[in-house]
Every structure is written in structure tokens, then in C-alpha cells.
């Protein structure tokens, strides 16, 4: 079964740095797309970082310059770097991994269980 495990999440002041990881088990995690998502308080899901599985990166237009998307192939992790954090920031962030299961079956996301990030004033 795919799992994924989040760590990192914490509170911060205004200006803080955190780095959030996500280990993947039970897929092929080099061919997998990657992606951090994150769930203000009252808000929808939204889209922060992707990278793909050949190494194509986008950032949503909130974070550009600030945070950092990466993977390493030979841990099966994929990280988050959060610098120059702000109060708008607070969110619940989740690690997805998006699985081509092939022309039969299409495309399924995986989710982590979410960690909190909290950036006070």
C-alpha cells in the first residue's frame, strides 16, 4: 500500500524558516509527480509546489521566492523548504503523490495525513 509519512510542521514567528519532508513507501516514487498543498483555516485545498518526476518545478505566485520544492530519488522523500514565513502562510500542508496507474486505470492521488504549520504575527 502507498503511505506517506509528513514531519516538519510547527509554529513560527513572522520571518521564520521551516522545512517539511514527506517519505513515500509503496510506489515507484521516482516516476511519481509530487506535489505540496496546503488548507487555511475556512479555505479550499490549494496548490503551492510540484515538482514531476522529471524534475519540472512550479510554484504557486503566494510563495514564489520563498519556498523551495525538492526530491531525493534514493530516500523517497520530498521536501519543502518554507523561508521568510508570513501569517497568511498558516495553513495545514499535505504531501501528494500522483501515480499514473496507465491508459486503463488513469491518474491517482495519494495524500499525507497533513502537518500544521502556524506563523505567528
Known amino acids: 500500500q502507498v503511505e506517506l509519512v509528513e514531519a516538519g510542521g510547527g509554529l513560527v514567528q513572522a520571518g521564520g524558516s521551516l522545512r517539511l519532508s514527506c517519505v513515500v513507501s509503496?510506489?515507484?516514487?521516482?516516476?511519481?509527480?509530487l506535489s505540496w498543498y496546503r488548507r487555511a483555516p475556512g479555505m479550499e485545498r490549494e496548490l503551492v509546489a510540484t515538482i514531476t518526476s522529471g524534475g519540472s518545478i512550479n510554484y504557486a505566485d503566494s510563495v514564489k521566492g520563498r519556498f523551495t520544492i525538492s526530491r531525493d530519488n534514493a530516500k523517497n522523500t520530498v521536501y519543502l523548504q518554507m523561508n521568510s514565513l508570513k501569517p497568511e502562510d498558516t495553513a495545514v500542508y499535505y504531501c501528494?503523490?500522483?501515480?499514473?496507474?496507465?491508459?486503463?486505470?488513469?491518474?491517482?492521488?495519494?495524500w499525507g495525513q497533513g502537518t500544521q504549520v502556524t506563523v505567528s504575527s
Open positions: 509503496g510506489t515507484i516514487f521516482e516516476e511519481n509527480d
Open positions: 501528494n503523490v500522483r501515480e499514473d496507474q496507465g491508459r486503463v486505470f488513469g491518474v491517482f492521488d495519494y
